[in-house]
Protein backbone atom coordinates (compact mmCIF):
# COMPACT_ATOMS: atom_id res chain seq x y z
CA UNK A 1 0.00 0.00 0.00
CA UNK A 2 2.90 2.84 0.70
CA UNK A 3 3.94 2.32 -3.06
CA UNK A 4 0.24 3.68 -3.78
CA UNK A 5 1.21 7.36 -1.94
CA UNK A 6 3.61 9.83 -2.77
CA UNK A 7 4.37 12.53 -0.36
CA UNK A 8 6.32 15.76 -1.99
CA UNK A 9 7.23 18.95 -0.08
CA UNK A 10 6.84 22.15 -1.27
CA UNK A 11 9.76 24.04 0.13
CA UNK A 12 13.03 25.69 -2.43
CA UNK A 13 14.19 21.80 -3.28
CA UNK A 14 11.43 21.44 -5.40
CA UNK A 15 13.57 23.12 -7.67
CA UNK A 16 16.09 20.45 -7.13
CA UNK A 17 17.38 17.48 -9.34
CA UNK A 18 15.37 14.77 -7.18
CA UNK A 19 11.91 17.05 -7.80
CA UNK A 20 12.99 17.90 -11.44
CA UNK A 21 13.22 13.71 -11.98
CA UNK A 22 10.33 13.03 -10.18
CA UNK A 23 8.10 15.07 -12.69
CA UNK A 24 9.85 13.91 -15.40
CA UNK A 25 9.07 9.99 -14.11
CA UNK A 26 5.26 11.11 -14.04
CA UNK A 27 5.58 12.72 -17.40
CA UNK A 28 6.76 9.51 -18.61
CA UNK A 29 4.29 7.37 -16.65
CA UNK A 30 1.35 9.67 -18.42
CA UNK A 31 2.97 8.82 -21.83
CA UNK A 32 4.21 12.44 -22.29
CA UNK A 33 7.63 11.96 -23.66
CA UNK A 34 7.89 15.61 -25.06
CA UNK A 35 7.46 16.70 -21.94
CA UNK A 36 9.55 14.69 -20.08
CA UNK A 37 11.96 15.53 -22.07
CA UNK A 38 11.02 19.56 -21.37
CA UNK A 39 11.21 19.12 -17.71
CA UNK A 40 14.54 16.98 -17.97
CA UNK A 41 15.82 20.41 -19.63
CA UNK A 42 15.97 22.37 -16.01
CA UNK A 43 18.21 19.86 -14.72
CA UNK A 44 21.51 21.86 -14.54
CA UNK A 45 25.47 20.55 -13.64
CA UNK A 46 26.24 16.64 -13.00
CA UNK A 47 22.37 15.80 -13.21
CA UNK A 48 21.82 16.60 -16.91
CA UNK A 49 25.14 15.52 -17.49
CA UNK A 50 24.15 11.91 -16.34
CA UNK A 51 20.73 12.51 -18.18
CA UNK A 52 22.77 13.50 -21.21
CA UNK A 53 22.13 10.28 -22.68
CA UNK A 54 18.34 9.71 -22.40
CA UNK A 55 17.69 12.99 -23.52
CA UNK A 56 19.84 12.24 -26.65
CA UNK A 57 17.40 9.12 -27.06
CA UNK A 58 14.48 10.49 -26.33
CA UNK A 59 15.13 13.40 -28.77
CA UNK A 60 16.09 10.37 -31.68
CA UNK A 61 12.76 8.64 -30.83
CA UNK A 62 10.49 12.29 -30.97
CA UNK A 63 11.40 12.79 -34.50
CA UNK A 64 11.39 9.50 -35.14
CA UNK A 65 7.61 8.89 -33.89
CA UNK A 66 7.01 12.39 -35.74
CA UNK A 67 8.18 11.48 -39.03
CA UNK A 68 6.64 8.12 -39.00
CA UNK A 69 3.00 9.75 -37.72
CA UNK A 70 4.01 12.51 -40.82
CA UNK A 71 4.43 9.27 -43.13
CA UNK A 72 0.52 7.76 -41.34
CA UNK A 73 -1.41 10.50 -41.91
CA UNK A 74 0.69 11.39 -45.66
CA UNK A 75 -0.08 7.86 -47.07
CA UNK A 76 -4.26 8.02 -45.92
CA UNK A 77 -4.31 11.68 -47.39
CA UNK A 78 -3.13 9.96 -50.78
CA UNK A 79 0.10 12.16 -50.85
CA UNK A 80 2.47 9.14 -51.51
CA UNK A 81 1.06 7.20 -53.68
CA UNK A 82 2.87 6.83 -57.16
CA UNK A 83 2.01 8.76 -59.98
Known sequence: FGD???VRGE???EAGAPAILSRAKDALDAGDLEGAVAIIGN?????A???ADWTES?????TL???LKA????????ENQAQ
Request: proline share 3%; aromatic share 0%; hydrophobic share 45%.
Open 49 to 51: AAM
Open 43 to 47: LTGEP
Open 58 to 62: ANRRI
Open 11 to 13: NAE
Open 71 to 78: LRLGMIGG
Open 65 to 67: ETG
Open 4 to 6: AVT
